[in-house]
């Protein structure tokens, strides 16, 4: 079995290799859930959507052969997260964090960055860009059960019109959350 925890539907549904294996994808929220199932039901008939969280997955020991999470280790970057993954994952198997994150070498995502996104971000509210999510591996009990953490940057350039851009901002988990009023303004803003 491989173990996706994922806030982005559209990442789990590029996977090639999900034909080939058992796969569940888990999400905790009922919104992202239902939004995965939707977008995977028709696609992939071997994926089981289910509801988890990541200091309590819901499988045996060492019974998975692998964990991506894509868009939200961030929300979840605990050691309690990884003593979990380290109990359902058979030995040396991989455990892989995945964020699409804006290239602010652009100064109009900069911007859009500074003008919503930073600020949607409540204090305490967890988000990627800061690392915040790699201390747990900095802990000695993160350090002992995953010693060989790596970092590669692949750059994927996305095209796509107006819509697509304010499409991307409003589905940010911060700014879905937020009220029709509070949306509007923010697709005022990002437009």
């Known amino acids: 079995a491989f173990l996706d925890y994922t806030k982005t539907p559209a990442v789990t549904s590029q996977y090639r290799a999900i034909e080939h294996m058992d796969y569940v994808a888990t999400e905790p929220s009922d919104g992202f859930r239902a939004s995965l199932e939707l977008n995977l039901k028709d696609k992939h008939t071997n994926v089981?959507?289910?509801?988890?969280?990541?200091?309590?997955?819901?499988?045996?020991?060492?019974?998975?052969?692998?964990i991506i999470v894509a868009q939200a280790f961030h929300w979840m970057a605990t050691v309690d997260t990884l003593e979990e993954a380290y109990r359902v994952l058979t030995p040396y198997s991989p455990l892989v964090l995945i964020w699409n994150t804006y290239d602010y070498s652009y100064d109009w995502l900069r911007q859009i960055d500074d003008q919503v996104l930073s600020k949607a971000y409540s204090p305490g509210v967890p988000r990627q860009q800061t690392g915040q999510w790699e201390d747990c591996f900095k802990t000695t009990v993160g350090g002992t059960l995953f010693s060989m953490v790596h970092k590669w940057q692949g750059n994927y350039k996305q095209v796509g019109d107006e819509d697509m851009i304010v499409g991307r901002v409003m589905s940010t988990s911060v700014i879905v959350e937020k009220s029709p009023e509070e949306k509007a303004h923010v697709e005022d803003i990002v437009r």
């Open 48 to 66: 089981t959507v289910g509801s988890a969280l990541g200091s309590k997955m819901p499988f045996e020991a060492k019974s998975v052969d692998g």
